[in-house]
Every structure is written in C-alpha cells, then in structure tokens.
C-alpha cells in the first residue's frame, strides 16, 4: 500500500499487460509530463489521494485525471532504473515466466535467449527497444531480462 506523497513507477505486471492495455503503442511511451489524459509506461508519479472502499483501493495520481488500481505500480525507491545505453548490446535473458516468453515469441519470432540486440531506444529510464531482424523494433521490453 502507499501513502500520499509517494513517488510510484508505472510497471505493468507482465507482457500480456502491456499489449492488452495498447502500451507497446509509442503513444504511452512519453514522459509523463507530456501527456496528462493517459498513463505513460514506466512513467513516474506522485500519489496525490487515496479512494478507500470496501475491498479496493484506488489512487489518484498526479496530472492523471482518472483514479488508478495499484496493479502495476511500484514505489519509485524499489525500482531499479535501466543502466543500459542507446546503441549498446545487450543480450536477451528473460526473467519472465515461460508464458509471457511465448507470448513474446508470437509478436516477435525472432526475439532469441542468449542472442544479442542493439538498445534502440529507452522509455522512462525502464523499459528497452532493441533492434531484431531487419531493423524491426521491439515492442516495450523490460531492461531487467536483458544483461550486458
């Protein structure tokens, strides 16, 4: 749970979070001081209120118009933010469940364990896109299952 004044991070759960909620679209992938109507991927926020209810809580974010659930976020101090830099290869290593690697292979057939890519691209000091075959781009991929 998080309190008022809390600085939180907006990291979806998983993959399939990401594409079902349209964020491998560029359009979430702004600072969150560039767009107030929507959430940004891996943006920072502070928490402005709280809405209690029986068996929820929602949070009111600043500069976001909406309340949100606490799914997908992370206060900003437990996030390790990415140390990787445009242009840099880095290899894949994923530490997501064998699911979501699925998944991932159906968007991306070419996204490989062990091989290298080429840092495109980093969103909100969290999330990468890297270069797969033919100068295709990645969708948002986490940088903690890429290592160096």
Known sequence: MFKVGDKVRFIADDYFYIMKGDFDQPYYWKKPFEASDRLMLGGEYEIEGIEQKLFSRSYKLKNIPFLISEEGLQLS???????FNIGEEVKFNPRCSKKEIKALKLIHPGLKIGERYKVDEIINEYYIVVILDLNLRSI?????????
């Open 140 to 148: 948002p991929l986490r940088w903690i299952d890429f290592e160096r």
């Open 77 to 83: 101090s437990d996030v390790k933010l990415c140390d």
